[in-house]
Antibody, heavy 123, light 113 residues
């Protein structure tokens, strides 16, 4: 059974960089045609896709965040990571990692999700 | 970006009654070459991640009760819970995966009346 687990600091200071890792178990991160994504949810609000990465390192990111987002994959460790720079209070959210299939012309929805981790931006 | 809207924001339905949630996209999510609607529905209970219920606008995921059904095409979609159960209390989101950036609707909260 596929499992995804987010990890990282729960508190980040304004202007610093948020760093999270999603560890994948139950399947290889480079198997099949899967992308591995990050989605966030501010407290009490809706869902926002941040970006996704393929095991080759190819990425797609939300233009609203693109200049601040780096998503990378480390297949040897079977995990992928998110870095979000220059954070503000508006970046406070539960951050989820999730799996989906697809390519640039044919996507599928997010079928497996991690439990999420709350990241608070505060001094 | 494709903007997703949902209505109503919330609804309360008696146990055993029907709940209907609407979702609208700002542009079509129907891919003409394969006649598929790139529209999914998720259920999120408090403190839990979203759970994929329906993909391709109307295809239930494995294990999802058949009281959940999806319909619609193009830009207008509906999620129906035919007979609301206590465990269906949740927020429901639609999402388009037609193109990046993937976008979600704002959610519809379903409660028991």
């Amino acid at each position: 059974q596929l499992q995804l687990q987010e990890s990282g600091p729960g508190l980040v200071k304004p202007s610093e960089t948020l760093s999270l890792t999603c560890s994948v178990s139950g399947d290889s991160i480079d198997s099949n045609n899967y992308y591995w994504g990050w989605i966030r949810q501010p407290p009490g609000k809706g869902l926002e896709w941040i970006g996704s990465v393929f095991h080759s390192g190819s990425t797609y990111s939300n233009p609203s965040l693109k200049s601040r987002v780096t998503i990378s994959v480390l297949t040897s460790e079977n995990h992928f990571s998110l870095r979000l720079s220059s954070v503000t209070a508006a970046d406070t959210a539960v951050y989820y990692c999730a799996r989906h299939r697809g390519d640039s012309s044919d996507w599928l929805p997010f079928d497996y999700w991690g439990q999420g981790t709350l990241v608070t931006v505060s001094s | 970006d494709i903007v997703m809207t949902q209505s109503p924001d919330s609804l309360a339905v008696s146990l055993g009654e029907r709940a209907t949630i609407n979702c609208k996209s700002s542009q079509t999510v129907l891919y003409s070459s394969n006649n598929k609607n790139y529209l999914a529905w998720y259920q999120q209970k408090p403190g839990q991640p979203p759970k994929l219920l329906i993909s391709w606008a109307s295809t239930r995921e494995s294990g999802v009760p058949d009281r959940f059904s999806g319909s619609g095409s193009g830009t207008d979609f509906t999620l129906t819970i035919s007979s609301l159960q206590a465990e269906d209390v949740a927020v429901y989101y639609c999402q388009q995966y037609y193109s990046t950036p993937f976008t979600f609707g704002p959610g519809t909260k379903v409660d028991i009346k």
